[in-house]
C-alpha cells in the first residue's frame, strides 16, 4: 500500500516546495505543520499535514468553536482540491 503526503497551505509569494508556508487559517508564514487527517483509498494512504501558525494553534486549543469552524474549512478544502 503506498502513501501520499499532502501540504495544506494558503497561497503566498514563497516557493511552493519550500519548507516555509502560509498559515492555512490567518496566512501567517510558518514551518509548523500537523497531521490532520488521513484517509484510506482503495491501495493508497492519503495523509494531510496543515500549516498551521503558534497563534493558531493556541486557539485551537482554548476555542472549540475556532477548532470546528478550522475543521470545517480543511474539510471542505480537501474535498473540493481532492474529491475525497
Not at 519550500?18 to 482503495?42: D, H
Amino acid at each position: 500500500m503506498s502513501k501520499k503526503i499532502i501540504e495544506i497551505y494558503r497561497d503566498s509569494h514563497l516557493p511552493v516546495n519550500g519548507w516555509i508556508q502560509a498559515c492555512f487559517n490567518c496566512y501567517t508564514l510558518t514551518s509548523k505543520t500537523f497531521l490532520y487527517k488521513f484517509i484510506k483509498k482503495k491501495e493508497k494512504i492519503y495523509e494531510f499535514h496543515i500549516y498551521n501558525c503558534n497563534d493558531c494553534k493556541k486557539k485551537m486549543g482554548k476555542n472549540r468553536l475556532f477548532f470546528l469552524d478550522f475543521s470545517k474549512e480543511c474539510n471542505k478544502y480537501i474535498k473540493y482540491n481532492y474529491n475525497i
